[in-house]
């Protein structure tokens, strides 16, 4: 799935190449693409026409196109989740579809933006403008999410307490989106590896500057992955113009069993943890002994 670093790279391609412009006509190619839009398809043709992106944001892993208004002022936004596989490409008319191209929107300067999921579990919906906690206003579906690392306005102060409040695994809190946005399976691995912390820690026993010290981690290996246009291992994962990120050449952690750990030597172990994969140095990230509040990874 496509981790934050990757949604910010396109969002600031969507930023440069289609707001402002005018909506001639939009396509809806499969049903299952606006599947979260309950009015359906039509009405998101219907309502699309003639309006203009007039911003392009993202909390966490999620994107939303800011339409205009009569009055001026942001209400409603087209929120875009790309799920496993979702791309959001800028192509001239005349660039040849793409196979799995599931909403097209013809703009009237002359470029497309076209919506391709090949898995199609991503998907488009039409969302009402809120205000959420902290005075942020997002779409009414994800007003629940918290703020990410790489937020300006992201209180790490705040979001240590609410991890020192948990008996849960650190690991499973850092993808809670609900306590921290953004941080998915990669970028958990490679701040735990950082700071010299097994996930599988309990928040609780952790002390406030550990903590800290991880949240920072997280923000500073995806502004790392950020500046190198993110963290590729699937060729479906490209920016607005088709581009690969190649972060993936920097990892310390994730995908690295039976390598040697950089930092030390010993060889990175692969567990399984919540149908995934955790990737860590067992010399530098000692796996903690099994207590009572902790469950298995």
Request: charged share 20%; with cysteine.
């Amino acid at each position: 799935m496509p981790e934050l670093p990757e949604v910010e790279v396109v969002r600031l391609g969507l930023e440069r190449h289609i707001l402002a412009s005018t909506i001639n006509h939009v396509a809806v190619l499969h049903p299952r693409a606006v599947r979260r839009h309950v009015p359906g398809a039509r009405d998101i043709e219907t309502r699309l026409q003639g309006r203009q992106f007039v911003a392009a944001h993202r909390r966490g892993k999620y994107l939303w196109l800011e339409l205009d208004s009569p009055s001026g002022a942001g209400e409603e936004s087209v929120l875009v989740h790309l799920g496993m596989s979702g791309q959001m490409l800028v192509q001239p008319p005349n660039v040849a579809r793409e196979a799995h191209a599931r909403i097209v929107v013809s703009l009237a300067n002359g470029m497309e933006l076209r919506f391709v999921d090949q898995r199609t579990f991503g998907g488009w919906m039409m969302a009402d403008l809120v205000p959420s906690h902290g005075g942020a206003i997002v779409p009414v579906p994800i007003t629940h999410i918290a703020r990410d690392p790489l937020d300006p306005l992201c209180d790490i102060d705040q979001v240590v307490e609410v991890m020192r409040g948990k008996t849960s695994e650190v690991k499973r809190l850092l993808l809670d989106q609900t306590v921290v946005s953004g941080i998915g399976n990669i970028y958990a691995d490679e701040a735990l590896w950082r700071v010299g912390m097994h996930g599988a820690r309990i928040a609780q026993t952790q002390s406030r500057p550990k903590l800290r010290r991880l949240i920072h981690a997280a923000a500073d290996v995806m502004t790392e992955a950020l500046a190198q246009g993110g963290t590729t291992f699937d060729a479906l994962y490209v920016n607005v113009n088709g581009q690969s990120g190649y972060f993936s050449r920097s990892l310390n952690a994730y995908g690295r069993e039976n390598e040697p750990c950089v930092r030390c030597g010993a060889v990175m172990r692969r567990e399984s943890f919540m149908n995934r994969s955790s990737f860590y140095c067992p010399r530098c990230q000692p796996r903690p002994r099994r207590t009572s509040n902790a469950a298995p990874a």
